[in-house]
């Protein structure tokens, strides 16, 4: 599948869920891998930019620190306005592409991306945009789901049939060899359940 055909893909699927992603399997299982990716780091001061932010929980658990300037970008309009509509102007939310950041370089303290970095038919691609708009010795974390390997390589060789666009489950040796590959520096990887992982990575 195209990138561009996948990213409608996504598009659409997330737009279509957006007022009741909450309750739903992934909004439920997107909501533990927040609350795990904030237990890794979880930022007092500084800026921070949440990509794939869906309908801003994340930033929301956030806001309550005066000190943090908050942002956030999804591909999904729906998405988008719901977490506009949460943060007010206590965050500023985008609509947008990962491979694309709107925002110049060096402009965030600290990148999260949780739940949405396997839908990204280009990861290296979106890491470099991290790294561009990351301060330098700025903090990654990702958070996604992932499968032990016979799980994982049947979900990535059926997943590319179905409607949801270019969906991929990464281990701890892709996600470090992404990382090398653009100037992050794995610093910390911890399992999130028997699904999931938390990852955390420094700009080099």
């Known amino acids: 599948m195209g990138s561009e055909r996948a990213k409608e893909f996504a598009r659409d699927l997330f737009d279509r869920q957006a007022v009741r992603f909450e309750t739903t399997f992934a909004g439920r299982h997107s909501a533990r891998m927040k609350e ?22 994340l930033l929301a658990m956030l806001a309550e620190s005066p000190e943090l300037k908050l942002a956030g970008l999804d591909i999904a309009p729906e998405m988008v306005h719901i977490a506009t509509e949460r943060l007010r102007t206590r965050a500023e939310i985008k609509l947008g592409d990962a491979e694309s950041l709107a925002w110049e370089d060096a402009s965030f303290d600290y990148i999260f991306c949780v739940n949405s970095f396997h839908h990204y038919p280009n990861p290296k691609r979106v890491l470099s945009e ?31 049939f179905l409607r949801w666009g270019d969906v991929r489950l990464h281990d701890k040796r892709g996600i470090t060899i992404l990382f090398d590959s653009c100037q992050f520096q794995l ?15 420094r700009a080099r």
């Open 36 to 57: 795990a990716a904030l237990a890794c780091v979880k930022p007092r001061r500084g800026t921070v930019l949440d990509v794939g932010c869906g309908p801003g929980l």
């Open 187 to 201: 610093i910390d990887w911890r399992t999130c359940g028997f699904w999931g992982f938390v990852a955390s990575a």
């Open 130 to 160: 991290f790294h561009r708009v990351l301060k330098p010795d700025g903090r990654l974390v990702l958070a996604d789901p992932t499968a032990p390997l016979p799980i994982r390589g049947l979900m990535n060789s059926v997943v590319q």
